[in-house]
């Protein structure tokens, strides 16, 4: 166990550095351990995913001259999931004069959040933020820009300046190529060895000699091959992204999954907040049962687009029925829901805000597409106020993206979208030093609980993931492996090491064997649904419940009756979706146990039966201000809580407010 | 509007890289034409599976365009018969009831088959690692807005960089050239001001790494602009000559 | 050495000579037009370009261009179709961005080279051959004709089958050249954004001119022979 943690009657508070708030991380830096050059080369870290966080942690490791092993579920780094942000990355530079500073991108960043985050951490967040800008832009990645030669910033929701840098509809894509050409000049150079086609399958555990379990290794399928390797370092990173897929339907890429987090949660590391999950308002809504994912709108669009539906239930009724178009509804038929709940931030609401106002338009009748389950995002009024052409040079690539999929012209009538779920703000508990609770066992990006709290603004992942990878983790593993030099690279043929691939080599056996009726894929669609009805957008304590009961239901059914065709000795894709499955009915139900024991509203996790009158989400900061870690105790129980308190010296907690 | 197709797919079919492959052909019915093309071969393979089959292996990821993990060169298009889209993005309204689709791996010497339809695209990311990057390390940067960058100058490197390393240009090469992948990292690092310290260094890195992995000669046919789902244009390959010839010349 | 180790070497090989070879076309083209205006002139030139010593230096460099251009072409597509990989696609399209020449430059090559053999028989091996023979102390051909290459030119356009094969075999130079001119453009890196599609253009024009200046030749002396009544199937 970590031996920050100490908990007493299930509670636990993390040390963080002393000092205010902006002289913490400085203080830390100041004060850390460090490892000199000649022993780095001794010491091996496992960084296992290629994202944001993971190739920017493995391009910096391996500059500071750790050997460095990194593992890619893809063919490529450039492929991470990261790759398909959109819109933004935040920074508080202040370029554009209005006001913004450290502390506001901060309390933003911590009230978006719903107050469910660590102070110390999300400062810190705000704080190396200007770095990334400046990093990335060394690196070559192509920002946009004023005529000027200076970079342009556009607003996103939850904040009231513009500090959003981006590079067309493509922000991600660039930072993630930004981080992949750092890591692939590492690569040129030999400190990082790269595993393409791999995947972890089980984090290995060795006890040192005073009796502490540590991080070791990892064991690792390879997807070509078939074969299971085992891999020895003296720490372990996880960047894996987060578990969004257990919906079946969500943003996230097919190869997108929660399984790292939960081998490292079955291994004793604490899973926490599972049920805070980001629906994001601004996706091309379902149309049929075939349907493999759901492609996300950047919410950029929601700074020029104004999001409506009919004012009159018949009009949505004959737009239903296909009656008629919506170019045919006049201006004051058309009911801005968002510009009327929410005239301070109008149509830049925080997303699990507009993602509700969605719903509750829908729920109430007035929802348009065949299904009923879709809003207007309009940029009609963009185009009659900017032309035509500003609003294709600022959105083209998405509507073009648009049309390709939905086969409509959005210059020419209103897009439609709906809330999916998109990001995971719940993952692996980690300390300031984005250590989990097992020693050398470190989560960063979005696969760790993260600085977000109860819900992500716009245009923070790719801050998070960079800011993890680039400025934080290098520095706080060092305070660990600077302890770690005396410890020699251990044999893959110990005990722990052979005993995990043999467990993984019987779960799979097992899995072959069941030959069952079911595929893979009609099992997840099943449990997609169950957490889309019960643990999505609104829930309540029966819905939990009842979650509960049918995702155990088929997680019996998976285990009896799926069918997987071929053997684990060569390619074999079914087999990889079974086992990334097995691990989601875990993570699905820890989610509804989650959302069940906060009796609360907050950020992305929102009880029916707890909403102000106006419908708004009401926190209970008296009984639920903890992140709630849960801890296996074996699949025959439930797991354990622990619940780290969260404490606001620096911020005063208000109920958050987006109407004026 | 809505419609159902039925429709034949010839997919060709390898047990694995050094094993003979063969076209099979397999008939679907009810084929919403909503459905993207990866969408139809997910139906297609959970068929299979209750027939108890292998499903088809093929390369999938984000399928919303941007990861260039999906390939597939249907019915003589790498991405399909539709421009600016790749396999994902693609959808069956673009095909017709009753017809035949061809889906084939990309061929390239480069890009050798691992199963099925999926191909082994590491040797983009060997030309990467030659040299297609600014050699700068994390931390001690200036400001990012020490140095200013005319507009339309950072306008042309984010298209060259908008390409997502499918492999469509170098599949789609009669050549089997991987020039436009290549003009496209080196033209973006080329026009920034932060990339030209290694400039020269770069262009003949890259370009030597891309013959050593055995890619063609570029002869200006254009496919690979016409074929590329980013719409990465012929002017980057111009680029990269100048820079290349440039550099040849200084030594 | 990088000229025949790199692709872009090779490449910049193929583009020094082909446009080389485009600039004698243009001259050949513009000389063989004086034919049509006086035939007197024409010989004037054809004296000059006799077995003289600048005329024999340009000769054998002519011979180096279409040997270097050729056997580079060759090596080219020779690694092109090995870097295809094994097993061909079943089903091939193309959009109509991509040429037809552009696809098909090797075939055009082949089908020039093998009527330049045509063409030099034709002229050359009567012409300037006979000259050098005649220099070097041997006796072939008609030495008086060596330089009356007017001469020449109406007796074999007075057979039609020769006007027929000499318009195809423009007519692949004018498919090569429209490819070849731009792409060798391209190749040296002078093209952008805007000079794009004006080489493109420039390509087209150039082509033409060429083609035009000797299919000129062909259709006047052709046509005179028809009007004349003095077509003769002379071989």
Redesign the interface.
């Known amino acids: 166990m970590n031996d920050t943690i100490k908990i007493e009657n299930g509670v636990f508070t993390v040390p963080v550095p002393d000092g205010q708030l902006s002289e913490k991380w400085t203080n830390y830096k100041s004060h850390q351990k460090l490892v000199n050059p000649a022993n780095k080369r001794r010491l091996d870290v496992i960084v296992v995913g290629t994202g944001l966080a993971g190739a ?1 942690a493995a ?2 490791l391996g ?1 500071l001259g750790f050997n460095v092993l990194n593992f890619c579920i ?8 990261s ?2 942000a959109q819109g933004g990355i935040n920074a508080a ?1 202040n ?1 554009q004069n209005d006001g913004d500073s450290v502390y506001r991108l901060f309390y933003d960043t911590i009230k978006g959040g719903d107050y469910r985050a660590r102070e110390a951490n999300v400062y810190r967040l705000a704080e190396v933020a200007n ?1 990334i ?19 342009d910033n556009r607003s996103f929701g939850g904040a009231q300046v513009s500090r959003t840098f981006y ?2 509809g ?1 922000t ?3 930072l993630l ?1 930004g981080a ?3 890591l ?2 590492q ?2 150079k030999g400190s990082v060895k ?1 595993y ?1 086609r791999y995947e972890m399958l089980d984090v290995v555990l060795v006890k040192d000699k005073n009796g502490i379990e540590r991080a070791r290794g990892i064991i690792a399928r390879n997807l ?1 091959t078939g074969k299971l390797e085992r891999f020895f370092a003296h720490a372990v990173v996880i960047a894996t992204g987060g578990y969004g897929n257990v919906f079946f339907l969500s ?1 996230n ?3 997108s999954n929660g399984s790292a987090a939960v081998q490292c949660y079955r291994k004793g590391a604490f899973f926490a907040n599972p049920c805070f999950a980001q629906i994001h308002p601004t996706c091309i809504p379902v ?2 049962d ?4 759901l ?2 709108m950047s919410e950029s669009l929601r700074n020029d687009g104004r999001i409506w539906v009919p004012k009159k239930k018949e009009d949505a009724e004959a737009l239903r029925a296909g009656k008629l178009k919506p170019t045919q509804i006049k201006d004051e038929d058309r009911d801005f829901y968002l510009e009327r709940r929410y005239p301070a931030f109008g149509n830049l609401v925080p997303r699990d805000v507009a993602s509700r106002a969605a719903k509750e338009r829908c729920d109430a009748g007035f929802g348009v597409n065949n299904t009923g389950l879709a809003v207007f995002l309009d940029f009609k009024y963009a185009i009659e106020r900017l032309g035509r052409d500003a609003v294709e040079a600022r959105y083209g690539n998405l509507f ?2 648009y049309e ?2 939905v ?1 409509e012209n959005p210059y020419e009538t209103p897009m439609m979208i709906f809330p999916a779920i998109h990001y995971t703000m719940g993952g692996i508990w980690v300390d300031y030093e984005l250590q989990t609770s097992i020693k050398g066992l470190f989560a960063i990006g979005e696969a760790n609980f993260s600085d977000h709290g109860a819900n992500r603004l716009g245009a923070s992942a790719l801050m998070q993931g960079l800011a993890d990878g ?2 934080v983790l ?1 520095y706080t593993i060092q305070n660990y492996l600077a302890d770690q030099i005396q410890e020699p690279r251990l044999s893959t043929e110990l005990p722990e090491f052979v005993k995990a691939e043999q467990d993984i080599k019987d779960k799979i056996t097992r899995l072959l064997n069941i030959k069952g009726k079911r ?1 893979v ?2 099992l997840h669609k099943e449990l997609g649904q169950v957490m889309w009805d019960n643990v999505g957008m609104a829930r309540t304590e029966a819905s939990l419940k009842e979650a509960l009961v049918r995702i155990k239901e088929i997680k019996k059914e998976f285990w009896n009756n799926v ?1 997987i ?2 053997d684990s000795a ?2 074999n ?2 087999l990889e979706k079974a086992l990334r499955l097995a691990d989601f009915l875990d993570v699905g139900y820890l989610m509804a146990l989650d959302g069940l024991n906060r009796n609360e509203s907050c950020g992305g996790h929102f009880r029916e039966e707890y909403q102000t009158e106006e419908g708004e989400a009401l926190r209970h900061d008296d009984k639920y201000s903890y992140a709630a870690c849960w801890q296996y105790r074996g699949e025959d129980q439930d797991p354990e809580l622990f619940k780290e308190d969260l404490t606001y010296e620096f911020t005063v907690r208000a109920q958050r407010n987006y109407k004026s | 509007m ?1 419609k159902s197709i039925n429709i034949k797919v010839k997919v060709w079919r390898q047990a ?1 890289p050094k094993v003979k ?1 063969m ?1 099979e052909t397999y008939e679907l019915n009810n084929i ?1 034409t ?3 093309f ?2 139809m071969i ?2 297609l393979n ?1 068929q ?3 027939e ?4 088809v ?1 093929f ?11 999906c390939s597939l ?1 249907i ?3 790498p991405h399909g ?5 790749t396999t994902c ?1 693609l ?1 069956m ?1 673009k095909f017709h009831d009753g017809q035949v689709i ?1 889906i ?1 791996p990309w ?5 050798p088959i ?2 099925d339809l ?1 191909v ?3 040797a ?2 060997k030309i ?12 001690g ?5 020490a140095i ?4 339309p100058k ?5 298209d060259a ?2 390409c ?2 499918c492999g469509a240009c170098a599949a789609a090469c ?4 991987a ?1 436009l992948f290549v003009a496209a990292k080196v033209s ?2 080329a026009l ?1 001001p ?2 030209q310290v290694e400039r020269a260094a770069r262009a003949k890195a890259m ?2 790494k ?2 050593e992995l ?10 690979c ?3 590329c789902p980013k719409s990465v ?3 980057h ?10 550099a ?1 010349f200084k030594d | 050495m ?1 000229l025949i ?8 090989v193929m583009s020094i000579t082909g446009l080389a070879l485009v600039l004698f076309l243009l001259f050949h083209g513009t000389m063989n037009f004086v034919a049509i205006l006086s035939p007197e002139s024409y010989n004037a030139i054809c004296h000059l370009l006799g077995a003289n010593w600048y005329a024999l230096v340009a000769t054998v460099g002519l011979a180096v261009l279409v040997i270097l251009h050729f056997t580079f072409a060759s090596v ?1 597509t020779w ?2 179709y ?14 109509d ?3 037809f020449a ?2 098909n ?1 090797f075939v055009l090559g082949v089908i020039i080279i093998g009527f330049m053999v045509l063409h030099l028989y034709n002229f050359w091996f009567k012409m300037q051959f006979v000259e050098i023979v005649h220099k070097m102390g041997g006796d072939f051909g008609d030495i008086s004709l060596a330089t009356d290459g007017a001469y020449y030119i109406r007796l074999l356009f007075a057979n039609p089958v020769y006007c027929v094969l000499y318009l195809i075999w423009l007519g692949a130079i004018w498919y090569h050249l429209n ?1 070849g001119v ?2 060798s453009l ?8 805007v000079w ?1 599609k004006r080489i493109k253009c420039i390509g087209k024009v150039v082509a033409t001119i060429v083609v035009l200046l000797f299919v000129s030749v062909v259709v006047y002396f052709g046509a005179e022979a028809i009007m004349n009544g003095t077509t003769a199937y002379v071989w």
């Open positions: 920017s391009a910096s500059e893809q063919d490529s780094p450039r492929r991470a999931h790759i398909a530079k370029y770095d800008i400046d990093q990335c832009v060394a690196q070559g990645v192509p920002f946009a820009r004023e005529y000027g030669g200076l970079l590079a067309k493509q991600g894509q660039q190529l992949y050409s750092a692939s000049r690569v040129h790269l393409h070509v943003t890429a097919m190869a149309h049929g075939y349907q493999s994912k492609t996300l073009q993206m390709k999929i086969d680039y400025f290098p595929s894929d009609s069918y065709p071929g060569s390619m894709v079914e | 809505e694995g492959g076209f919403s909503d459905a993207s990866l969408e997910d139906i959970e299979l599976v209750k108890h089959k292998e499903p292996a390369d999938h990821d984000c399928r919303e365009g941007i990861c260039g993990m060169y019915n003589g298009h018969p539709d421009q600016e889209v993005q959808h309204r061809t084939e061929r390239s010497r480069a890009f691992i199963k999926m082994d695209r590491n983009y990311d990467i690692q030659a040299g297609g990057y600014v050699s700068v390390n994390t931390g940067i200036p400001d990012a807005n200013p960058i005319p507009k950072a306008d042309e490197a984010m960089a908008s997502i390393g009669k050549n089997g050239s020039m973006q690092l920034l932060q990339g370009v030597a891309m013959d055995g890619f063609g000669n570029c002869t200006n046919t254009g496919a602009a016409a074929e244009s012929l002017i390959i111009a680029r990269l000559n100048r820079e290349y010839l440039g040849k | 990088w180790n790199s692709s872009i070497g090779r490449k910049f080219l690694q092109n090995k870097a295809r990989g094994k097993e061909r696609y079943s089903v091939s399209e193309s959009y961005e991509v040429s552009s696809r430059m490819h731009w792409s391209q190749t040296l890196g002078l093209s952008n954004s794009f």
